[in-house]
């Protein structure tokens, strides 16, 4: 008979971060279970209905009808993958120096690389609040000091950041990191004015700290918008760029980039222990982007989730209290709501359940337990009628609380 061994024989095994891992409660423990049936806005997964399977599969059976040999063996990633984000890059205005930039497994990737090439368990680094929640994960787990900066309706809030710079330094720290996500923020969906951009570059370079531009929405914008990349701007030379095809292409191809100051991609690239990736995967997300198709799809993307946003806005209007109050996005996947202090966030997600439908309580963007008054609710999943009939539900579901607290 095969014996159950008790799981803290392995304890002594484990590295101090992988102990942390096992002792840290999980941002997700506040999600109650869903019934099959309920409509999820909880989490920011793209739409299926617009996956381009067409493409996808034309791209596979073109490749496979080319040099299998070639693409399936040990190789190098697929050099016009990174002609094409050398080339996104510098549309964008990025004057690009290709041995900065590095493809990777999804962003997660290098956001899970950084704590191992620049933190040391006490070590301070920068976040905004709310922020991504994988992200505090992986920082969490890696023993760091996080500190939090507010974020208002224009994206971090620059004066608090000066102010903690200002203070970490009378106490002789300095941090490693600045967190950022700029662009249609996750969870916010704010978008950080040029302005503000040049002055938080601006800051970091002063300071001597990084800045990690998270740009996974950035793409996706519902008009034009003239906030630069901070990878363009006075100070750039402490930007490390993050960028995802997740979102514009599909998350199930797991193609990321990075690009950031030489020494950084260095440490990356060592820590990267698969050492590039696939040459088929690259190949194939090279193959389906040609022609312009990338840029037709993403238009396309684009208007798609534009019309979603605006359901779910318009649906928030009709169903909602009138002192809830959520920003509206101009880009991205996500509406973010602030609630009044009679309707908890976790309490109101159960509530809403059992009306039929559920999103993510605020807490999760925080590493500091902030957020209880906070929803993150995702347009990107669902389709135009489950959002409606989702944001209905929610809206059913505090007035009841209302009436049971009255
Ligand atoms: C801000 C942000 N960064 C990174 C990611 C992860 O992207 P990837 O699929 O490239 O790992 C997400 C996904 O939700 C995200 O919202």
Redo the contacts with the bound molecule.
Sequence with gaps: MTRVPDTSMYEQLFSQAARRVAHQTSILVDLPNEKPDTISLAF?DADPSIFPTHQITASVSGLLSENVDAIMNYAPADARLHALVTQRLEARGVEVNPAQLMITY????V?GLLPQILIEPGDTIIVEGPT?L??VEYFAASGARIETIPVGPEGMDIDALASCLADLKSQNVRPKFIYT?PTFQ?PTGTLMPASARARLVALAAEHGVLVVE?D??GDLHFKPHTAPSMLTLPGNEWVLHIG?F?KILA?GV?M?WAYGPPAVMKRLRAFKSESDCGTFVTRLVSHMAQDGWLERHIQSLRSHYATKSAAMVQAIAEHFPADVRTNVPEGGFFVYGYLPHDLPAVALNNVAIRHGASFLPGTTGYANGQGTHEMRIAFSFQTVPNLVKGIASIGSAMREMRQTNN
């Design positions: 920011g999804g962003s997660s990737q956001l991504f994988g992200a996500i996750n998270d996974a929405y995802t997740s998350p797991r990321a």
